[in-house]
């Protein structure tokens, strides 16, 4: 991975930790289950990426006594023989420290840019992928990104490919229990060359019974997009949600005349965020449309703190299970 590529990343919280996945066969590990799927607040793990990095089993330990029920992880790493791990630790125990914990995981991201680069579509990405997330007893692979060497030139074209991409994907991914899906930024709200927009697209040229969609509310939000209205044209297409919030100081929307021909980024190093329910988006307003959206899961996550990082997932715990659930 190039140096802009890996700043772009850890700046923007894609939650990829490596670009390049070995091949890998399906695996047929039973998945867990959950007594309480659909209800809990989760936990996008990227937001605690160094903590991690630098103490896992004590970092999923404080999220679990925070009172966090589930976690969405990122990644993983391959290894030369194709062997997947998060953080050093291989799947099989981090299955076991989840277990420990109490925590499921209902959802992944996974670096799907080798299967949805036009010219390429490396399947054997997606099925390493399949692999991993079956292993961890997953409902749900998200593809976080497009391919990100294209971002700053992608077309309807593009779009329409990788429509095409997961909906084969959610085909192959059926096939293990597992739904496909994609998680948005900004760059899918930018006005394409025919008038339409990236996410537009995705959506009406994928399989509703395939393929779904997370969304991520600040993204949408910050693009100055209305997240209701997209619950409304499409209904139950978002069963997986990222909530976090918006610094209330910087809430200029960052697409369109001026933005969209801007370099992605330009605009990242920009933005700035807030704990869940200190900052500018009306939660309790989308969170009342969520029977619309089809939402099952929602994650907590933050992809810049700038306080103590445990406290800021503590806090965002607070307000979502005080506020946003029943």
């Not at 289950?33 to 903590?51: E, H, K, N, V």
């Not at 391959?78 to 299955?95: C, R």
């Not at 339409?196 to 693009?223: A, M, N, P, Q, Y």
Request: net charge negative; hydrophobic share 40%.
């Amino acid at each position: 991975m190039n140096t802009n590529r890996r700043a772009f990343l850890k700046q923007t919280g894609v939650g990829m930790a490596a670009a390049y996945l070995a091949p890998s066969l399906f695996s047929c590990a039973p998945r867990r289950t959950s007594s309480q799927a659909g209800t809990g607040i989760g936990l996008q793990l990227y937001t605690l990426r160094d903590q991690l990095a630098a103490h896992v089993q004590q970092t999923i330990t404080r999220v679990a006594e925070i009172g966090y029920n589930h976690v969405e992880t990122f990644g993983p790493e391959f290894d030369a023989k194709g062997k997947a791990s998060f953080w050093g630790m291989n799947v099989a125990d981090l299955t076991a420290l989840l277990d420990k914990s109490g925590l499921n995981t209902h959802s992944g991201h996974y670096d799907l840019t080798e299967f949805l680069a036009p010219g390429n579509g490396d399947e054997s990405v997606l099925k390493n992928a399949i692999d991993v997330a079956a292993q961890l007893g997953q409902q749900y692979l998200i593809a976080p990104v497009p391919p990100m060497q294209l971002v700053d030139q992608l077309t309807a074209d593009d779009y329409l490919f990788i429509a095409e991409q997961l909906n084969r994907g959610g085909e192959l991914a059926a096939k293990s229990g597992v739904k496909i899906g994609y998680h948005n930024h900004f760059w899918e709200f930018r006005m394409l060359e025919d008038g339409r927009k990236g996410l537009d697209i995705l959506i009406e040229h994928t399989d509703k019974d395939l393929v779904v969609f997370e969304l991520d509310l600040f993204w949408s939000e910050k693009s100055g997009s209305d997240s209701t209205a997209y619950f409304g044209r499409y209904p139950g297409r978002f069963p997986l949600w990222h909530i976090k919030d918006m610094d209330t100081d910087n809430t200029e929307p960052v697409t369109g005349p001026g933005y969209d021909d801007k370099p992605v980024m330009d605009i990242v190093t920009s933005i700035s965020y807030a704990e869940v329910g200190t900052g500018s988006i009306d939660f309790k307003k989308l969170m009342a449309e969520s029977g619309t959206a089809g939402l099952r899961y929602a994650f907590v996550e933050q992809d810049v703190i700038t306080i103590d990082p445990f406290d800021s997932v503590a806090k965002s715990y607070g307000y979502v299970k005080q506020e946003l659930l029943p």
